[in-house]
């Protein structure tokens, strides 16, 4: 289902940039190939994403 893997990708990059280190690392990547590494070594268990106001 289309709609619910894509609620699923935003959920997941929502807490991801909710950890201060990863948004870090992830400002100081010179290259797509260390975004995408970055994005493959985090595991699947972050930080559930607090709701935004």
Do not use: G, W
Not at 15 to 30: G, T, V, Y
């Amino acid at each position: 289902n289309a709609p619910n893997l894509y609620l699923q990708l935003l959920s997941q990059l929502c807490r991801l940039l909710h950890n201060s280190a990863f948004r870090e690392q992830l400002l100081s990547a010179s290259s797509t190939r260390e975004i995408v590494q970055l994005f493959k070594q985090e595991p699947d268990n972050a930080t559930p994403c607090m709701a935004m106001a």
